[in-house]
């Protein structure tokens, strides 16, 4: 049995989805709307407040649909409601992590440390980041870290 198939979709306040007659499902939400054409095999009902994704047997194809299209949907809810987000979590000894004036700085054993912009509040992924130049060239532009260990002669 998919075991994540049978759990159900708890519906967020303020979302409301939809399933219309060709399988199609709509999630509405504060933060937009998303749409996703399920296999006609399947059969997504929505219930007080919660959305229940159906298989008709247990062949294997039927059962790997029944958990991707429910993982599928939970996700469209998610989005609608709270939206994508990224956390960064470092554990163990030795790490340091320093955010200055939006700049996130993680030492590296190279001559400067590594690090990227941080921009709080933003949505969607930066375009520009600072520590790509930093991580493979020098302040004078040599190569710098395991690019400079092989091209070093001896």
Do not use: C
Not at 63 to 68: Q, R, T
Not at 139 to 144: E, F, K, S, Y
């Amino acid at each position: 049995m998919s075991r994540v198939g049978l759990l159900p979709v708890q519906l967020a306040e303020k979302v409301s989805v939809d399933v219309a007659k060709n399988n199609v499902v709509t999630v509405t939400g504060p933060k937009g709307e998303l749409t996703l054409q399920v296999d006609p095999d399947i059969r997504v009902s929505v219930d007080d407040g919660t959305v229940v994704v159906a298989r008709p047997t247990d062949q294997k194809r039927h059962k790997a649909m029944h958990g991707l299209y429910r993982s599928l949907i939970n996700g469209m809810v998610t989005g609608v409601s709270e939206g994508f987000r990224k956390e960064l979590e470092i554990i163990g000894v030795g790490f340091r992590a320093a955010v200055n004036n939006g700049v996130l700085e993680l030492p590296s054993d190279l001559l400067r440390p590594a690090g990227g912009d941080i921009d709080f509040g933003r949505r969607g992924p930066r375009k520009e980041h600072r520590y790509q130049d930093r991580w493979h060239r020098q302040a004078d532009g040599r190569p710098g870290g395991r690019e400079a260990a092989r091209t070093q002669t001896t």
